[in-house]
């Protein structure tokens, strides 16, 4: 029942993240605890719809960032590194990761709090290619984030880059994107 899926290929886990129901997700989550074994329970986090989207990309095109923040909290008790790792680079149908999609929609305050997490898991390369990813049509965040004349969320995808920058980052792709942005 926990791990059933409907004809999108989405679990409860997925419904409850989209709705952002905290509530009920964290009833969920005690029961899950109780009847589902550990691999059970990375299923039901890591588990893709037809779309090849989480419940923690669903949350994060939402804009759930309490949500998000149990989610987090819960995932540190399930998941390995690697695991971890794939909840902030695993790409949808349109080849973008949680903190793309965060951007894609204007989310700025689930981009900053992924952003934050992500310095957590992922190494300074997997970082940078999470800031450069590029969706199906070839966009990068600031490609989009231009595009909709966005200039709040340009700003903080351009702090983020700066604040990689000073992680010891080696920055020449992300300085090559933003003077290759300039051109156009």
């Known amino acids: ?44 986090f890591l588990a893709k719809d037809d779309t090849k989207r989480t419940a923690w990309h669903m949350a994060v095109e939402k804009g759930q960032i309490e949500l998000l923040n149990k989610m987090w909290e819960w995932a540190k008790e399930v998941l390995t590194q690697g695991e971890f790792k794939n909840m902030f680079l695993a790409n949808d149908d349109f080849k973008r990761n949680a903190w793309r999609i965060a951007a894609d929609f204007g989310q700025i305050e689930v981009l900053n709090k992924l952003w934050e997490w992500a310095k957590v898991v992922l190494t300074n390369e997997e970082l940078n290619n999470m800031y450069l990813d590029k969706d199906r049509l070839e966009r990068t965040a600031w490609n989009v984030a231009a595009q909709k004349d966005q200039i709040e969320l340009m700003r903080t995808i351009m702090k983020q880059g700066m604040r990689k920058r000073q ?18």
């Open 167 to 184: 992680r010891g980052t080696n920055t020449r792709g992300v300085k090559n994107h933003v003077r290759s942005q300039r051109e156009m």
């Open 1 to 44: 029942m926990f791990l059933a899926k409907d004809g999108y290929e989405r679990n409860t886990w997925h419904r409850v993240a989209e709705k952002g129901h905290v509530e009920v997700l964290h009833k969920l989550w005690e029961w899950a605890k109780e009847l589902l074994t550990r691999e059970e329970l990375k299923d039901m």
